[in-house]
């Protein structure tokens, strides 16, 4: 699926098994777990992961220069953000007006 990425190296204490049974829709943005490693699913989809989270990012975006967000080598950090932030940028995001490059270190 594109977008969707194999986040390794998750803390061994977090580890979980995938699920003994799927879930048929899990939404868009979705952070979840399973085994060592974490993913953000990119678009609605079945999945058998941990959900844990939401993003308000998306992890594919056709109307982005480089639709997918994160590449093979980059490395995460997941930061806790309140309702009115995640709004906010869930907003900027669904009408195409965040600046992606203010998510990115050097």
């Known amino acids: 699926m594109p977008g969707?990425?194999?986040?390794?190296g998750l803390d061994?204490?977090?580890?979980?098994?995938?699920?003994?049974?799927?879930?048929?829709?899990?939404?868009r943005s979705s952070v979840?777990?399973?085994?060592?490693?974490?993913?953000?699913?990119?678009f609605e989809s079945p999945g058998g992961w941990h959900l844990i989270g939401r993003t308000p990012l998306w992890m594919f975006d056709q109307r982005r220069e480089q639709p997918?967000?994160?590449?093979?080598?980059?490395?995460?950090?997941?930061q806790r953000v309140d309702?009115?932030?995640y709004d906010r940028i869930a907003r900027q995001v669904e009408t195409g007006t965040l600046d992606w490059s203010t998510l990115v270190k050097a």
């Open 4 to 8: 969707l990425a194999y986040i390794a």
């Open 12 to 27: 061994q204490s977090l580890y979980l098994p995938r699920r003994p049974e799927p879930r048929v829709r899990v939404p």
């Open 32 to 42: 979840a777990i399973a085994m060592d490693m974490t993913t953000i699913y990119p």
């Open 68 to 78: 997918v967000f994160l590449a093979p080598g980059d490395s995460l950090t997941f």
């Open 83 to 85: 309702r009115k932030t």
